[in-house]
């Protein structure tokens, strides 16, 4: 009684209590920061209060979270960032003029010379006509307008952003949000707390997680008998499952968002993260325009990059953009009005991305050493991906589709009978049973394909591939013989 009344919670009820709180809140999961991860943190600390497990650590690779995974950051994005936060250091000759000529630029365009202060709402506009020149030029010349790009705190805040200016109606009529299946659980999570309709389109897993247009088509279909779907979303490079589109693919899915009347969303956060052989990053808004007028002037799209991903993996600073095309003029002006209520994005995070959209040039100091990092990292993220198909493929009940791109391979994986059982005795999904079983006996933290999405009857789990290499294989290695052991038990 003591306590209670300590907490405030004696004589009287809560005003804000679970069953009169936002039902919508109750309904967001977030599988990637699920309850696998609370009982990773909960055996970290059993470690280091000296309990007895049989491993020593834990790995995790739940999350694409490159700097945690031990990724070192790039020089010239640290640099200028160190710069911009303590001016006093331009005058150390430590620092080369090219971070020391990006930090001035940037410091004179904020408030007081200081990152400290807001930015326009929009985000710096300097930073911005870089963000449109590196959109240009990354499309082979296609104009990009600087007022069409909104800075954002990562790409998550731009999607959930644009998502809220689309969702409406009531019934029938309420809005349908078409997303991949797997998913990655950021639209699930934020289409729960809209309140919009679900609507699920199937990856090909037989054909390496290719988007099927008849499987579109049928998504679409069946939803306008129960809402009205409005909107298209498309991750590329793919999350959770690694493929990367070819462009007949991304023509394919225009002409149907045209047919269909369907804002486009296109995720495109691991842009830089392409892999495999005859494979390539295509922006659909390239393609869009070089498909013509019938629908570079038709299709309304936002598209969505970060700083978090790519070779950068600068997660902590939340930097990111989204870039509009053909929005109407006065929605426009409410989605400005929306973004100015959050004030801005986190001037550091801007910085950063100016960084990434603006590095280091061929007559720079900076260049070759900015090169080398960048092309090391990415080497590397293709020989793990490479690793990752051709281990988990040797084990008995594990397959896996190649790692074309992005930062995670999803296999699919095969359950006796008697372990999916014992899973719906414990109330748990299969894979999340499997695992909860990995974690507590091998220290290896993964996300269950159930938290994503899949196909009724299938079971998956999502791993990062960012693991240092020698680790990476500990972490396979680990993986394999569970899954034997694990198969073993409960055939």
């Not at 919009?196 to 037989?206: H, K, S």
Request: contains cysteine; aromatic residues 8%; charged residues 25%.
């Amino acid at each position: 009684m003591a306590q209670r009344a300590a907490n405030g919670l004696a004589g009287r009820e809560k005003v804000l209590n679970v069953d009169n709180m936002n039902p919508n809140v109750k309904r967001v999961e977030y599988a990637v920061r699920g309850a696998i991860v609370q009982r990773a943190l909960q055996i970290e600390k059993e470690l280091n209060e000296g309990v007895e497990k049989p491993f020593n650590e834990v790995i995790k690779a739940n999350i694409g979270d490159a700097h945690a995974m031990g990724q070192k950051p790039i020089t010239f994005l640290r640099q200028v960032l160190a710069l911009c936060a303590y001016p006093e250091l331009l005058e150390d000759n430590k620092f080369p003029e090219d971070a020391k000529q990006r930090a001035r630029r940037i410091l004179e365009a904020c408030g007081g010379h200081s990152i400290g202060a807001y930015s326009s709402s929009q985000g710096i506009e300097c930073i911005r006509q870089d963000v449109a020149r590196y959109i240009e030029k990354r499309d082979g010349g296609i104009p990009s307008d600087p007022d069409n790009i909104y800075l954002a705190t990562g790409a998550s805040d731009a999607i959930v952003t644009m998502l809220k200016m689309l969702v409406c109606g009531e019934g029938r009529g309420r809005t349908g949000v078409m997303i991949s299946i797997p998913q990655y659980p950021l639209y699930s999570a934020a289409l729960a707390d809209l309140a919009a309709v679900q609507i699920n389109y199937y990856l090909d897993e037989d054909r390496c997680w290719s988007l099927d247009m008849a499987e579109l088509k049928r998504a679409v279909d069946a939803a306008r008998q129960h809402c009205n779907p409005r909107v298209l979303c498309i991750i590329n490079p793919g999350n959770p499952t690694g493929q990367v589109q070819s462009r007949q693919c991304i023509e394919d899915v225009i002409r149907f968002a045209k047919e269909e009347r369907l804002f486009l969303m296109a995720d495109e956060v691991y842009q830089d993260n392409v892999y495999a052989e005859g494979c390539k990053f295509h922006s659909f808004k390239r393609v869009l325009f070089e498909m013509g007028p019938e629908f570079s002037t038709a299709v309304e799209m936002a598209s969505f990059h970060s700083t978090s991903k790519c070779y950068m993996g600068e997660c902590g600073f939340r930097g990111g953009y989204m870039e509009v095309i053909n929005m109407d003029p006065e929605v426009k002006a409410q989605l400005t009005k929306m973004v100015s209520v959050r004030l801005c994005p986190p001037v550091p995070g801007q910085t950063l991305l100016d960084l990434v959209v603006n590095p280091p040039q061929p007559d720079e100091p900076s260049y070759n050493q900015f090169m080398k990092e960048r092309t090391a990292v990415l080497a590397t993220l293709a020989e793990k991906a490479a690793l990752t198909e051709q281990i988990f493929n040797t084990v008995p009940g594990i397959t896996c589709n190649p790692v074309q791109g992005a930062m995670y391979t999803f296999p699919r994986i095969t359950l006796p009978q008697r372990a999916i059982d014992k899973a719906t005795e414990e109330g748990l999904a299969p894979d999340m049973f499997y695992c909860m079983r990995l974690l507590e006996e091998e220290g290896i933290c993964l996300v269950p394909g159930s938290g994503f999405g899949q196909r009724e009857g299938t079971f998956h789990f999502r791993m990062t591939i960012l693991p240092p290499t020698e680790k990476l294989k500990i972490v396979l290695r680990k993986i394999r013989d569970f899954h034997m052991r694990f198969t073993h038990e409960f055939s």
